[in-house]
């Protein structure tokens, strides 16, 4: 009977390993992963910053009053700083209050968790699998370059969008219609920030941008031409099919699918995604009630 108890135990005991191992495995595959692809500590910033410096545009054209009020009004520069700078300190607040630092050194462990929520052991594998190759290499190496560029034309084409503030010159206009930019724009699908950008783009310009993305899109590809270029250079044709092969596979596939929403709201693990949902709720009606004094600036006589 002894012998018998201690069996059970023993089975017991096996089975809660073999629960509990893959979950560990998991957790192991999915920070291995992120710290292959480069890490997004860097990302994340930029990302943050584009939101914020896409959302002032907005505010300021909603607290300024009559045809008069674009940049050439005298009140214009004073509001924007005023603007931008109360943001920024209520965003650094924000961070604070829900346990996340301005450097964003939290995030490559955030996002590996949300990468353990989404995807098995064995998507994990299959992507470090492509990410470890020679091609997963150059896509990384070229992403960081990438980043360094096209999140400002995502920005200035966005603005352009919504407000006509900027018109782009009548060669870039036929260069935005031209089969070299439908080519570029093929180019940087292989790119996720061009995938997360696009999406925040949507969620910042609302209805109006969501109609008219293929121009937020097209602009900015047609802006960036020179620095895309630039990048195609750098890939062979042999390495290009890899990458898009790489896109077309049931891990490739869901990977890119899922990063878009994944990467700007990722929060650190004791947040909960409702609290996060309250906690930025909470930051955009601050906003909103600093609105009072950024209209009083436009105002001033």
């Known amino acids: 009977m002894i012998f018998k108890s201690s069996f059970i135990v023993l089975l017991m005991l096996l089975g809660l390993c073999s629960t509990?191992?893959?979950a560990q495995d998991?957790?192991?595959l999915a920070r291995e992963l992120v710290t292959v692809k480069g890490g997004y500590a860097e990302k994340k910033r930029e990302f943050e910053e584009l939101?914020?410096?896409?959302?002032i545009p907005i505010l300021l054209k909603a607290v300024g009053k009559g045809p008069a009020w674009k940049p050439g009004h005298p009140n214009w520069a004073e509001t924007e700083r005023r603007i931008a700078e109360d943001w920024r300190k209520l965003y650094v607040d924000y961070l604070a209050r829900t346990g996340r630092g301005a450097g964003y050194g939290w995030m490559d462990e955030a996002l590996a968790r949300e990468y353990v929520r989404a995807f098995s052991a064995d998507e994990l594998t299959a992507l470090l699998k492509?990410?470890?190759s020679p091609a997963g290499g150059a896509l990384v190496a070229l992403e960081r370059e990438f980043l360094g560029f096209y999140p400002r034309e995502i920005l200035r084409s966005l603005v352009r969008?919504?407000?006509?503030?900027?018109t782009l010159t009548e060669s870039e206009q036929q260069l935005m219609r031209s089969p070299e930019n439908r080519e570029r724009r093929d180019f940087i699908v292989i790119f996720e920030t061009e995938n997360v950008l696009r999406e925040e783009s949507l969620r910042i310009g609302s209805a109006y941008v969501r109609a008219n993305s293929p121009l937020v899109q097209q602009g900015a590809i047609t802006t960036g031409?020179?620095?895309?270029?630039?990048?195609?250079?750098?890939?062979d044709a042999a390495t290009l099919?890899?990458?898009?092969?790489?896109?077309?596979s049931e891990s490739g596939r869901k990977e890119r699918a899922w990063m878009g929403?994944?990467?700007?709201?990722?929060?650190?693990?004791p947040v909960e995604p409702a609290q996060a949902a309250k906690d930025e709720a909470a930051f955009y009606q601050g906003l909103a009630q600093l609105s009072a004094r950024w209209r009083e600036l436009a105002s001033k006589k």
């Open 51 to 55: 939101r914020i410096r896409a959302y």
């Open 261 to 269: 929403a994944a990467l700007p709201t990722a929060t650190p693990a």
């Open 241 to 248: 099919t890899e990458l898009h092969v790489f896109l077309k």
């Open 130 to 132: 492509f990410y470890r």
């Open 26 to 28: 998991t957790a192991a």
């Open 161 to 166: 969008v919504m407000f006509g503030t900027e």
């Open 225 to 235: 031409a020179g620095a895309i270029d630039a990048l195609r250079r750098k890939l």
């Open 20 to 22: 509990v191992a893959p």
